[in-house]
T-cell receptor, first 113, second 113 residues
Framework: NAGVMQNPRHLVRRRGQEARLRCSPV?????VYWYRQLPEEGLKFMVY????????ESGMPKERFSAEFPKEGPSILRIQQVVRGDSAAYFC???FGQGDEQYFGPGTRLTVT | GEDVEQSLFLSVREGDSSVINCTYT??????LYWYKQEPGAGLQLLTY?????DMKQDQRLTVLLNKKDKHLSLRIADTQTGDSAIYFC?????????????FGQGTTLQVKP
């Protein structure tokens, strides 16, 4: 009965490096959402994906950020050329269908030094 | 635009009731949620209410919704030290109902023994 899995749990990157965050949804779920939580703040929506499709990326920064959810394998959130302001906790959630209850993973805490 | 507001901090004594308040702006919200986040952990869904309801009770938790005032509250009866956490109110986006969640900034609940 595995829930949403995210890895790594903690990631340290130097400025200018790339960060790759992985999310494996609940088995049978084909909808994935990514959220970012800056220190002392609530979660902000970034992107919503279904298998092989980006449905809503209205919360994604225009540059350096990309997301995918391939037919096979986990969803990936990729941040290129990281900056200090990217330091945050990144949470993935999955749902069975659009608008259904979202189950959250434990998050990946990214620190940019 | 969509916005969710919460008070930032609440302190209660063990055994008392806690009431956490939330206001939202999107009148087309379909579902409203309460999540709990313990330190360093992901989000745990506590309860939710459909927008055409005004109250929902689930064991020690009572959710009240005033749709006219766009006000949501979470009451925790007989609060325990294990209830100490950050509580987030969230609404599902009404626009297109992609299911993306709009979160408040979180209320830190401190329970004193």
């Amino acid at each position: 009965n595995a829930g949403v899995m995210q890895n790594p749990r903690h990631l340290v990157r130097r400025r200018g490096q790339e960060a790759r965050l992985r999310c494996s949804p609940v088995k049978g779920h084909s909808h994935v959402y990514w959220y970012r939580q800056l220190p002392e703040e609530g979660l902000k929506f970034m992107v919503y994906l279904q298998k092989e499709n980006i449905i809503d990326e209205s919360g994604m920064p225009k540059e350096r950020f990309s997301a995918e959810f391939p037919k096979e394998g986990p969803s990936i959130l990729r941040i290129q050329q990281v900056v200090r302001g990217d330091s945050a906790a990144y949470f993935c959630a999955s749902s069975f269908g659009q608008g259904d209850e979202q189950y959250f993973g434990p998050g990946t805490r990214l620190t940019v030094t | 635009g969509e916005d969710v507001e919460q008070s930032l901090f609440l302190s209660v004594r063990e055994g008392d009731s806690s009431v956490i308040n939330c206001t939202y702006t999107d009148s087309s919200s379909t579902y409203l949620y309460w999540y709990k986040q313990e330190p360093g952990a992901g989000l745990q869904l506590l309860t939710y209410i459909f927008s055409n309801m005004d109250m929902k009770q689930d064991q020690r938790l009572t959710v009240l919704l005033n749709k006219k005032d766009k006000h949501l509250s979470l009451r925790i009866a007989d609060t325990q030290t294990g209830d100490s956490a950050i509580y987030f109110c969230a609404e599902s986006s009404g626009s297109g109902n992609t299911g993306k969640l709009i979160f408040g900034q979180g209320t830190t609940l401190q329970v004193k023994p």
